[in-house]
Every structure is written in C-alpha cells, then in structure tokens.
C-alpha cells in the first residue's frame, strides 16, 4: 500500500540552506530534480529575495556548477541548478531510493520534505539513506492507507485539520471563493503545493472516514 511520509529537516541539510544565512526571509521549494548522469539538477523556486540576486549567491557556491534564472512569476523566482558529484545528501536519498518526491519546502526554520513510497519500506530505506548521509530527519505524518483500514475509520492528523479548518474559516470553499491557496499558504508559513497536498490527503481521509463503507 503506498505511503506518504512527512519529515523536518534542519535548514543545512541541503546546499540551498545557505540562501536563508543571507536571506533569511527566503521560501525555498524544490518543483522536481532531474538526475543526468553524475550530476544531479534542481529546479527550485525561491520567494522572498530578488531572483537575480539570489542567482548570483548561489552561483558563489561551489557545489553549483551552474545556476541559470529561467522565470520569474509574482514575486517568485524560478532557477535551474547543476549540481556536480552530488549524489548524496537529501538529492542524492530522492535520487536514490524508490519514493517520489512530493514537497520540499525550506524557510530558515527548517525544510519540510513529502514523499511517497509505494510500500512502507522505501520510506523507511529513505529514512536510512537520509541518516548515512549524515541528515538526521524527524518524521512528522505518516499516511498509510493499510493500517488506517486495519484500525478503523482514518482520522485526520493535526496539520490535515489545520489546513481544513482555515481554508473554511478564510471562504475558501465559499462560491466565490474570499481566499487563495497562495494566501493561506503564507499564513501557515508553508508553500502552495504543500498545502495542496495537505488539504487533498485531508478530503481523502474525509471521504474514507464517512462516505466509504468500511
């Protein structure tokens, strides 16, 4: 049965942390890696710092081979990054391991990383790749389809009943809707694509708890 883990990490787990000692309003998400042979690259969006600015300190980086602006979209900057010899790490445990990288969204505070592996155990050898290269990762939800239909009706976790409750509270399911994704994202300090996968994994356990029939 997949399942979706969620994990914090200290904000020097990966290269792009060094963004937030210079710019410590900076949100960091990573949209996808491509692995090209022995290097590995990021896209990444980054708010909260000019996007030509923040190409050039990364480009100060060594590990970055390259660092290339490719847009730039209300007030966030998208960049494409080459890492060289990077197979290790966060990178190189995504890269690796058989989950799927869903999130990856870091603020000073730390990074908040979602993946999905279609058996338990990828999450767990991700958990292990993640500790060999020295990260130290705290799981902090863990969805499993499985054992939720073994223990009875699935509840929703705190953050599910979070992102529910304000995006009611905000008229986001109101017609027309007094909110947006981007907004309430802010609010809760986390990136749009986290919050959508937190609101969708939250109606799916609404849905398994009280329309489904058990």
């Known amino acids: 049965m997949a399942t979706v883990a ?11 942390g060094a963004v937030f000692e210079s710019y410590p309003d900076a949100v960091v998400e990573i949209e996808r890696v491509v692995p090209t ?5 990021p896209y990444v969006w980054i708010a909260g710092v000019d996007g030509e600015t923040v190409r050039a300190f990364l480009s100060t980086v060594e590990e970055f081979e390259t660092v290339t602006l490719v847009d730039s979209v209300c007030g966030r900057s998208l960049l494409r990054c080459t890492c060289v010899g990077t197979h290790e790490g966060l990178l190189g445990a995504i890269v690796d391991s ?3 990288m869903l999130s990856v969204v870091g603020t000073e505070s730390g990074w908040r990383v979602d993946v999905r592996g279609d058996e338990q155990r990828a999450i767990t050898a991700f958990d292990r790749a993640c500790r060999d290269a020295g990260i130290v990762p705290t799981l902090s939800e863990l969805t499993d389809a499985r054992s939720a239909a073994i ?11 979070e992102a529910l409750t304000l995006a009611h509270e905000r008229g986001y399911f109101s017609e027309p809707r007094t909110t947006t994704l981007e ?22 356990t609404l849905v398994e708890s009280h329309v489904l029939e058990t």
């Open 183 to 204: 907004e309430m994202a802010t609010e809760l300090g986390i990136s749009r694509q986290a919050l959508s996968n937190r609101l969708r994994r939250g109606y799916r």
């Open 151 to 161: 223990e009875g009706a699935p509840e929703l976790t705190d953050r599910q009943r």
């Open 37 to 41: 042979g022995s290097t590995v690259m």
């Open 6 to 16: 969620e994990f914090t990490m200290p904000p020097e787990t990966f290269l792009l």
């Open 98 to 100: 058989d989950v799927t």
